[in-house]
């Protein structure tokens, strides 16, 4: 249950990370009400699985999620560039978040 909330956190890490850029500095209400929302229950998803999981591999994971996550809501809506650099690296980081929950 601790891996699928800390998943689940992650995505909600995107989330607000998302959120926060478009909220052009807390000035749009929308994303700012998201942004909000998103990290307190990030926040409370971590937590929660870092009861049962090691906090650096509860951290990496949900960092690393977290920013795959961004990066390709940003690549999807061409606010950022796709390259196959960039894709290679971003499956780099997706090998080494299922390495540590192997490993664990």
Same mark, same amino acid.
């Given at each position: 249950?601790?891996?699928?909330?800390?998943?689940?956190?992650?995505?909600?890490?995107?989330?607000?990370?998302?959120?926060?850029?478009?909220? %052009?500095?807390?000035?749009?209400?929308?994303?700012?009400?998201?942004?909000?929302?998103?990290?307190?229950?990030?926040?409370?998803?971590?937590?929660?699985?870092?009861?049962?999981?090691?906090?650096?591999?509860?951290?990496?994971?949900?960092?690393?999620?977290?920013?795959?996550?961004?990066?390709?809501?940003?690549?999807?809506? %061409?606010?950022?560039?796709?390259?196959?650099?960039?894709?290679?690296?971003?499956?780099?980081?997706?090998?080494?978040?299922?390495?540590?929950?192997?490993?664990?």
């Amino acid at each position: 249950m601790s891996w699928l909330v800390l998943v689940l956190s992650g995505v909600l890490e995107a989330v607000w990370a998302t959120a926060l850029g478009r909220s %052009e500095g807390f000035s749009r209400l929308g994303p700012s009400v998201v942004f909000g929302l998103a990290l307190v229950l990030s926040m409370v998803g971590l937590a929660y699985a870092m009861r049962e999981l090691p906090v650096g591999t509860a951290y990496a994971v949900w960092v690393g999620i977290g920013a795959v996550l961004t990066v390709v809501i940003a690549m999807v809506s %061409e606010e950022e560039p796709v390259s196959a650099v960039r894709l290679l690296l971003l499956a780099g980081i997706v090998g080494c978040v299922i390495g540590l929950k192997v490993l664990h």
